[in-house]
C-alpha cells in the first residue's frame, strides 16, 4: 500500500484556511485551497491513500469514488512538484 508524507525541506504558512509554501530548493512558491489544506495536514505524517480518503469522507459531503479521483490528481500534483514524498 502506498503511503505518503509531506516533504520536510517546504517552508508553509497559514493564511485563513489556505496553506502556502516555498520549496527552498528550487524557489517554487504553491498556494493551497482550503480542501487541499486539509489533506496537507493529514500528510504531516505517514498516511496510506485509503486512510486519507477515508479521513477526508468524515470530514466533507462527498461521493466516495469522487474524493478518490480528486484525492489522488491532488497528490499526484503534489509529488510531481515535490511537495510530498512516497514512501514504500
Known amino acids: 500500500m502506498e503511503r505518503f508524507?509531506?516533504?520536510k525541506a517546504i517552508v508553509q504558512s497559514n493564511i485563513g484556511e489556505e496553506v502556502v509554501m516555498l520549496d527552498m530548493d528550487s524557489g517554487f512558491y504553491f498556494g493551497l485551497n482550503s480542501v487541499a489544506s486539509v489533506?496537507?495536514?493529514m500528510l504531516a505524517n505517514e498516511?496510506?491513500?485509503e486512510a486519507l480518503v477515508d479521513?477526508?469522507?468524515?470530514?466533507?459531503a462527498v461521493?466516495?469514488?469522487l474524493c478518490e479521483a480528486d484525492t489522488k490528481e491532488l497528490l499526484d500534483q503534489m509529488l510531481e512538484k515535490n511537495i510530498?514524498?512516497?514512501l514504500a
Open 84 to 86: 510530498i514524498r512516497r
Open 39 to 41: 489533506i496537507w495536514g
Open 63 to 65: 461521493d466516495r469514488s
Open 55 to 60: 479521513q477526508l469522507m468524515t470530514q466533507f
Open 47 to 49: 498516511i496510506g491513500f
Open 5 to 7: 508524507i509531506q516533504n
